[in-house]
């Protein structure tokens, strides 16, 4: 059980154009969900926290008019880059939290997608 | 300031040889949650253990082994008789309100 999808697992686009990533919570509905961004030889980085049905809060630094976050349902949370530049190309990966409350230690991580802005 | 630090950027070791990487956490929080991840080479985060902060007991599952002491903040991890299989990267993190990565420690397994 706890298994975290995401959609695609790779994308390559061009720059200027925008490209959608999709996480799923495919055997639980998840209250919270949460959006990484990983850089080369790096580590992860929250990038932003979204609750089902309300607006995204985002970490300090991230631009929320580039980085669409809409969580739709309980098992879906898109992540939009618009416009998208070279310097966006990362490895993103969501996590989905079961319950309420309880984000803090019971997170369940997609398997990322690597974006590649050319 | 990190809140995670592993020290060791990356470590090589010879198959069969045991390895400890070592994580040292900060937090003013008296309920936290420590784990640890593997990132092999395909990026998927694999989750090895969640240790909270109210259980020192050290663990042991195969030839992992985890050693908490809160007296230093630490919470070490040990991978006894390594194996190529091994090598990725891993991951500290604590977890308070969020979860906070350490840097990771890039762990070579040589044959």
């Known amino acids: 059980g706890a298994v975290v999808s995401q959609h695609p697992s790779w994308v390559i686009c061009k720059s200027g154009t925008s490209v959608k990533i999709e996480c799923r919570s495919l055997d639980f509905q998840a209250t919270t969900m949460f959006w990484y961004r990983q850089f080369p030889k790096q580590s992860l980085m929250l990038m932003a926290t979204?609750?089902?049905?309300?607006?995204?809060?985002?970490e300090q630094g991230v631009e929320k008019d580039k980085f669409l976050i809409n969580h739709a349902s309980l098992t879906l949370s898109t992540l939009t880059v618009t416009s998208a530049h070279p310097e966006d190309s990362s490895f993103y990966i969501c996590?989905?939290?079961?319950?309420?409350?309880?984000?803090?230690?019971?997170?369940?991580f997609g398997p990322g997608t690597r974006l590649t802005v050319t | 300031a990190q809140k995670v630090t592993q020290a060791q950027t990356e470590i090589s070791v010879v198959e069969k040889e045991d390895v400890t990487l070592d994580c040292v956490y900060e937090?003013?929080?008296?309920?936290?949650?420590l784990f640890w991840y593997k990132q092999p080479p395909s990026g998927e985060l694999v989750f090895l253990i969640r240790?909270?902060?109210?259980?020192?007991q050290n663990e042991i599952s195969g030839r992992y082994s985890w050693n908490f002491q809160k007296s230093t903040s630490s919470f070490n991890f040990t991978i006894t008789a390594s194996q190529v299989v091994d090598s990725a990267v891993y991951f500290c993190a604590l977890s308070e309100s969020q979860f906070y990565f350490g840097t990771g420690t890039s762990l070579t397994v040589i044959p």
């Open positions: 937090t003013r929080d008296t309920t936290y949650y």
């Open positions: 979204s609750n089902e049905g309300s607006k995204a809060t985002y």
């Open positions: 240790r909270n902060s109210f259980d020192e």
């Open positions: 996590s989905a939290a079961p319950l309420a409350g309880r984000s803090s230690y019971e997170q369940y």
